[in-house]
């Protein structure tokens, strides 16, 4: 039986049906207009022929192509989070890399040269590294590698092969590195957020945080330093390192503070410092949340602690009562009170220079935290006064003094520093108008 194949655009209302042998297709209907999903022939409404495959019209398809806010929003989330957990295996991936090179390219390159990649997979690894070596064939033929220092094979490694090497070679790596369990461990927390990355794939909040720890960890055991001297008290963000002079010396944001807490407690903040500035109303992060035992062990450590209180006794004290809606003295007895707890912990200290209580009278902006703000270590948590909010639901904001100045983009494209020094002058001149506490 002959196959009729008419053109598409002239029969777009084809009933296809299967011949009465079954082996060739005849095509029948006529019209210019698709007949419905659920209709045979136009002469024979009602009969659908045996075999007949109709085509429904689009818009009884039933698709809807439209996304609404909750979608959008769910892709936003998704990209967000793979974005992250994306820059972190990238970090690892590359560390791993000069690792790998570092430890078998003096190995296996005298003798082996430009193949010594291939070489040192053996027979165990061979499908795997030709896979790699036709993957960079084609990238030179179409025009891939575009810097030259990625043409070769280990650059065409992912992480599972790169991981592989380290593992058929462990003697060779075992002087650099302490625990193989631990590579291995961190390894394998990484390989679930890199299949779901690589993939597309919903990401989520806790396997997000696990890869963001064993990325940390991996890096640690593999021996690359942050080069901030800081990060042992707030640990250094693989986003803040890429995109950090974005934002100034902007590292952390939180919609209160007891967000701030979860990610760096007060003990996290205040213990091993050198030097503590802060100013404030009450300087509630401080004297609630570190016990005065602590601050007297910081102190006789040998750290520097200039506190500033607003003076209960003043009317911006009063006026701070009626904007929170306070009874008359509440806030000015808590603010005493604090004072007091301050007192008592100067008191039981050997040097009491180290340790000076202030208050001032002008009217409170901010309160500030400033840790070793006089190196580049520092770190300081800041919030700024709202009308109607008390200072526990205030945003906060973190900033790194790392000293590195940040460049501005726009306008002349001179440099700009960061936040950190604007807050640490301001400290220093509400500093020189205040009065000592006895």
């Given at each position: 039986m002959r196959v009729h194949r008419p053109p598409p655009r002239q029969y777009p209302s084809l009933i296809v049906e299967r011949g009465a042998e079954g082996g060739a297709l005849v095509?029948?209907?006529?019209?210019?207009?698709?007949p419905p999903g659920d209709r045979g022939r136009q002469d024979d409404p009602g009969r659908v022929p045996p075999g007949a495959v109709s085509v429904a019209r689009p818009m009884e398809i039933g698709a809807e192509l439209e996304w609404g806010a909750d979608?959008?929003?769910?892709?936003?989330?998704?990209?967000?989070?793979?974005?992250?957990?994306?820059?972190?295996?990238?970090?690892?991936?590359?560390?791993?890399?000069?690792?790998?090179?570092?430890?078998l390219r003096p190995i296996y390159e005298p003798v082996h040269g430009d193949e010594w990649v291939v070489a040192a997979a053996g027979p165990a690894g061979h499908e795997w590294v030709q896979r790699a070596v036709a993957v960079?064939?084609?990238?030179?033929?179409?025009?891939?590698?575009?810097?030259?220092?990625?043409?070769?094979?280990?650059?065409?490694?992912?992480?599972?092969?790169?991981?592989?090497?380290?593992?058929?070679?462990?003697?060779?790596?075992?002087?650099?590195?302490?625990?193989?369990?631990?590579?291995?461990?961190?390894l394998d927390e990484l390989e679930v957020a890199r299949n779901v990355v690589?993939?597309?794939?919903?990401?989520?909040?806790?396997?997000?945080?696990?890869?963001?720890?064993?990325?940390?960890?991996?890096?640690?055991?593999?021996?690359s330093g942050t080069g901030t001297p800081s990060a042992d008290r707030l640990p250094v963000d693989a986003v803040e390192d890429l995109v950090g002079d974005r934002y100034a010396d902007v590292v952390g944001v939180h919609a209160d503070r007891v967000r701030l807490q979860r990610q760096l407690p007060a003990e996290d903040l205040f213990s091993g410092a050198r030097r503590l500035d802060a100013?404030?109303?009450?300087?509630?992060?401080?004297?609630?949340?570190?016990?005065?035992?602590?601050?007297?062990?910081?102190?006789?450590?040998?750290?520097?602690?200039?506190?500033?209180?607003?003076?209960?006794?003043?009317?911006?004290?009063?006026?701070?009562?009626?904007?929170l809606g306070l009874k008359k003295g509440e806030l000015s007895r808590s603010v005493e009170m604090n004072i007091m707890h301050m007192r008592r912990v100067r008191a039981r200290l050997r040097d009491t220079g180290g340790f000076e209580v202030r208050v001032f009278d002008e009217t409170p902006r901010f309160t500030a935290y400033l840790v070793n703000g006089d190196g580049p270590d520092g770190l300081a948590v800041v919030q700024?006064?709202?009308?109607?909010?008390?200072?526990?639901?205030?945003?906060?904001?973190?900033?790194?003094?790392?000293?590195?100045?940040?460049?501005?983009?726009?306008?002349?494209?001179?440099?700009?520093?960061?936040?950190?020094?604007?807050?640490?002058?301001?400290?220093?001149?509400?500093?020189?108008?205040?009065?000592?506490?006895?």
């Open positions: 095509s029948s209907g006529g019209g210019l207009e698709l979608a959008w929003t769910e892709v936003r989330t998704r990209a967000r989070r793979a974005g992250r957990a994306y820059i972190w295996l990238n970090i690892v991936e590359q560390r791993l890399r000069a690792v790998v090179a570092a430890v960079r064939e084609v990238s030179r033929r179409k025009g891939y590698l575009l810097d030259p220092a990625d043409d070769n094979v280990l650059s065409f490694l992912t992480l599972p092969q790169l991981r592989e090497l380290m593992v058929q070679h462990w003697p060779c790596f075992e002087p650099y590195l302490d625990d193989r369990r631990d590579v291995e461990l961190a690589s993939r597309n794939r919903a990401l989520s909040e806790t396997v997000l945080a696990q890869a963001e720890r064993a990325s940390g960890r991996l890096l640690e055991i593999l021996g100013i404030g109303i009450g300087l509630n992060l401080l004297v609630q949340n570190y016990s005065g035992r602590r601050l007297v062990r910081l102190a006789e450590s040998g750290c520097r602690a200039r506190l500033l209180f607003l003076n209960p006794a003043s009317s911006a004290v009063r006026r701070r009562e009626r904007e700024s006064y709202l009308r109607r909010t008390r200072g526990m639901e205030a945003p906060v904001f973190v900033l790194r003094g790392s000293g590195r100045d940040v460049v501005h983009r726009s306008g002349g494209g001179g440099d700009e520093a960061g936040l950190f020094p604007t807050y640490r002058e301001e400290f220093e001149s509400v500093w020189t108008d205040s009065r000592p506490v006895s």
